[in-house]
């Protein structure tokens, strides 16, 4: 597999594409965690997860880079499965110990814990409502023009579109404030 | 208004001075500080809402490449097959018949039919069209029977589909023709009985089934395979109606075979004695997944 291509794609916006190259090591992930007492959906769930892992990591090295990905994203499959098997209580004697020596261990363990922590938002941005979402969406994440955007979503000037997304975002951040409350209570009551 | 201003910033629209006085404001108010990380926070979770897409969406196309490598095309995932035709049997409607893919074609190739019937016919089980009790009016019976008609499609991997006529008996002739002379009826029957056809022909068919299809995403992931066959009619009109599942596999699969049925366009109706008939179909989808 052509690996620079793949970064190219990951950088520059073909990203569909990219991932769907990047799930050609799926089956083996599949097999580690149906070895290690998991299910086939929670592979699917753990291999998305490393995916977005990966994303984060390919943005940050250049397109000639030398990191290996494959093995970056495996390793981020086991660590994530571990914490996974932690959480479920389910205490694995062999391979454990060895998953601290991985390559990129630290440096994945981190952006993990942000992804993590930014499930939170995502559950914001689920309970939206969806032209909300698909706006913000649309600016934030494909970076479309908000003239594209206005004629998208059926607004008849740009700037009723701006104050639209405006009001979604400052709804968004509300809803973020709460949400990120309630979870510090949460946390401190435990 | 705050959430532009912060926007730009976080987007990197601002100049260089313009930042640098925003992120001195900043350090001084501890809201504003606050409402930066939120909407960063907002913008990264965006991205993550994003991206998972992507992976959704990624994972279903290396489904498909891997399912067109696997055969060479999507249609090696489930293929709709080999044989279709049907056959007449009004008391025992399990009863089917398997006529291999060569018999058939002889059969369909065959200029006069007749002589080539019992090649087929020997792997049938003819009772119970012979024991049908049919004939009790006559011209009502016609359509009647018609509708009795199956039409069986067998799908099976790499073999062409076949559409053909299963022989008909006697009995089954007469009451079509309406009570003439037996005799008679074995050709009159022959060439008036039309089955219903998917427009452009069986070919047209399974391409229609096979560029619509998907396999279920969890009976995939859980390896479930089989064949569901559904039933349905075809009108005078060539409606299809009457929907019913006939063999089931699984809820999903079913549900599946069914959604693809339901896609189908008019078919063009199936005549006997030349008059456009209402007839009953089954149709089996076969769902297999092949290792590379």
Known sequence: MNQAKIIAQLKGGDREKAFARLYRYFPKIERYIKMNSGSTEEALDIFQEALIVLYKKVQTISTHSEVNMDGFLVNTCKLLWSNELRKKKVRKNSGEDGLQQLAYADEIAEQVEKERKLSVIEEVLNDLGKTCKDMLNAFYYKRLSMDSIAKKFGYKTVQSAKTKKYKCMEHARKLAIAANEESNLKTSAL | ?292
């Open chain 2, 1 to 292: 208004m705050e959430i532009e201003k912060i926007e730009q910033y976080l987007l990197g629209k601002m100049n260089g001075e313009e930042a640098k006085a925003f992120e001195q404001v900043m350090a001084s108010d501890h809201n504003l500080a606050e409402s930066v990380a939120v909407q960063k926070e907002m913008m990264e979770g965006l991205e993550r809402v994003g991206l998972k897409t992507d992976a959704q969406t990624g994972y279903r196309r290396y489904k498909l490449k891997m399912w067109a490598s696997q055969i060479g095309i999507a249609l090696g995932v489930l293929i709709i097959g080999a044989g279709i035709w049907y056959f007449v049997s009004l008391e025992d409607k399990k009863a089917y018949c398997i006529c291999s893919e060569k018999e058939m074609a002889t059969i369909e190739h065959s200029e006069d039919a007749m002589p080539n019937q019992p090649e087929c016919i020997d792997t049938c089980p003819p009772a119970p069209m012979i024991e049908t009790p049919i004939i009790e009016s006559e011209i009502e019976e016609v359509t009647e029977t018609a509708e009795d008609l199956k039409i069986i499609t067998d799908t099976i991997l790499e073999i062409d589909t076949i559409i053909n006529i299963e022989v008909l008996d006697d009995e089954h002739y007469s009451v079509t023709g309406g009570g003439s002379d037996n005799s008679n009826m074995h050709q009159t029957g022959n060439d008036n009985a039309i089955q219903p056809e998917f427009p452009g022909g069986r070919s047209a068919m399974r391409q229609f089934i096979a560029t619509n299809i998907r396999y279920p995403q969890n009976a995939f992931n859980q390896g479930i395979t089989g064949t569901v066959e559904v039933s349905f009619s075809i009108s005078e009109t060539g409606q299809l109606g009457n929907y019913k599942i006939h063999k089931s596999v699984n809820n999903e699969l079913d549900a599946e075979a069914m959604r693809i049925i339901k896609k189908m366009p008019k078919w063009s109706p199936g005549k006997v004695a030349g008059e456009p008939t209402s007839m009953n179909f089954i149709l089996p989808i076969v769902f297999e997944i092949r290792e590379e």
